[in-house]
């Protein structure tokens, strides 16, 4: 009984996003690759998500908004105002440059 209402419940939790942006960082820009023009480069950030829950592989958007936010949050900590991210997710981990654009 108890592994029907795991496997009914999965579906509902993968869906939700566990990752909140704090205030501050909703002003960092996030823009695609290629290097940002006229930017200084101020490090990189390593961010990293549950990509599967048991057996269950999650959505691949809810994936990468979830990093993202967590890189933004962590822009924060180099005073960074823009993140790039430096290649596309593998196993829920992906790294993205953090630059000082304003």
């Not at 999650?58 to 936010?69: A, G, I, P, Q, S």
Request: some cysteine.
């Amino acid at each position: 009984m108890r592994l029907i209402v795991l496997a009914a419940l999965l579906p509902v939790l993968s869906a939700c996003t566990w990752v909140e942006l704090s205030p501050q960082a909703n002003a960092i820009k996030v823009v695609p690759a290629g290097r940002p023009s006229s930017c200084q480069k101020l490090g990189e950030v390593a961010v990293s998500v549950k990509d599967k829950v048991a057996f269950y592989q999650r959505n691949d958007v809810k994936v990468r908004d979830e990093l993202e936010t967590l890189a933004r949050n962590e822009a924060l900590t180099l005073h960074a105002d823009t993140i790039q991210p430096m290649g596309e997710p593998v196993d829920g981990e992906q790294r993205f440059g953090a630059y000082r654009c304003r």
